[in-house]
């Protein structure tokens, strides 16, 4: 398997900030630079996070949270993005816990709810059809896609699979 360097933007207060650019598609070409990145969540912005992030050209905001979660971590305002929000835990109605270290992750999610959350998630999910309809439009694009903390609905969102659109 090939290895593929990551490149980690380097934010101050934003965790998990990778430009997806660079992996390879199934038919051989790779996803351009620039356009489509993943991210934790936003809403810790230093000053001079909010100004390294206008740089990137990012014209889209998709955010897999909760309206729970997202209440008390909102994204940051932008005026030259637009913000979607569509929660991607499929059939699940535990809320996630929204505590930054996530020490009551377990109390709220046992590990047979988070086992059948990832056993259904990538399937039917609204955010994730949407987060498809979006990226075809290159005006949505460059686009940051976040969860909490950029790894598990950000991860199936963002897979190489999905990743195949506006390559060299």
């Not at 305002?77 to 913000?83: E, I």
């Not at 505590?99 to 609204?126: C, H, I, L, T, W």
């Amino acid at each position: 398997m090939e290895q593929l360097e990551t490149k980690v933007i380097p934010f101050e207060a934003v965790y998990n900030f990778r430009d997806m650019g660079g992996y390879k598609t199934r038919d051989g070409r790779r996803v351009k630079n620039g356009l489509f990145y993943r991210s934790a969540a936003l809403g810790k912005m230093t000053l001079a996070d909010k100004e390294l992030f206008e740089t990137l050209g990012i014209k889209t905001i998709f955010d897999y949270r909760d309206n729970n979660e997202a209440y008390h971590n909102p994204n940051p305002v932008f005026s030259n993005a637009q913000y979607i929000q569509i929660p991607a835990k499929g059939k699940h109605a535990f809320e996630m816990p929204t505590n930054a270290e996530g020490r009551d992750f377990y109390k709220a999610v046992s590990p047979d709810m988070f086992r059948d959350f990832y056993a259904q998630m990538p399937f039917n999910n609204p955010s994730f059809k949407e987060l498809m309809q979006t990226i075809q439009n290159p005006d949505n694009l460059g686009l940051v896609h976040h969860c909490a903390v950029g790894k598990d609905r950000t991860g199936i969102g963002g897979s190489p699979y999905f990743t195949s659109f506006r390559c060299t």
